[in-house]
């Protein structure tokens, strides 16, 4: 399969198989001030917008993009399963969907994300939506 110019792949160096993926590059998160997770299985992205209001009404006490560690593990858990099962984490890597290995971290610093298809993003078209994927604990704070 060959990409398109509105793509980009990636060579699997564990397995050969090429990713492709249905954006030019890969996006710099810090640029349009979004935050990102891959799920357990590493082949789904999660992205939210740090000025979506929810961040700020769950950890008023901290600027979104610098979550500690600790609220990180509380963010992550306020969020629902990945459609495919599984849970979104901060410290899964993005995978081989062949080979289910990492993809190469000398390719991508970590403030670049990847977007596999059936991804969620919820900050599409100037919408705060990530509460829509967070469990009822965060609809109550
Ligand atoms: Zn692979």
């Known amino acids: ?26 996006y710099h998160a810090g640029f349009a001030d979004q935050g990102f997770l891959y799920n357990d299985a590493g082949t ?31 963010f992550e858990k306020l969020l629902l399963p990945a459609p ?3 849970r979104w984490r901060f410290r899964n890597p ?3 969907t062949q080979c289910a290995r990492p993809v190469s971290k000398h ?10 298809p059936g991804s969620i993003i919820t900050d599409q078209n100037n919408q ?4 829509d994927y967070m469990t009822s604990a965060a609809k109550h704070r």
Request: charged share 15%; glycine share 4%.
């Open 107 to 116: 390719l991508f610093h970590s403030i670049h994300y990847l977007v596999y």
């Open 44 to 74: 789904l992205t999660l992205v939210w917008s740090v000025v979506d209001p929810i961040i700020d009404q769950l950890f008023p006490e901290q600027p979104a993009w610098t979550l500690s560690l600790i609220n990180r593990w509380h």
């Open 84 to 86: 495919t099962g599984g």
């Open 1 to 26: 399969m060959m990409a398109t110019s509105d793509q980009f792949s990636i060579k699997c160096k564990h397995c050969g198989k090429n990713l492709i993926f249905d954006q030019p590059y890969p």
């Open 128 to 131: 705060f939506r990530l509460l």
């Open 94 to 96: 993005a995978r081989c």
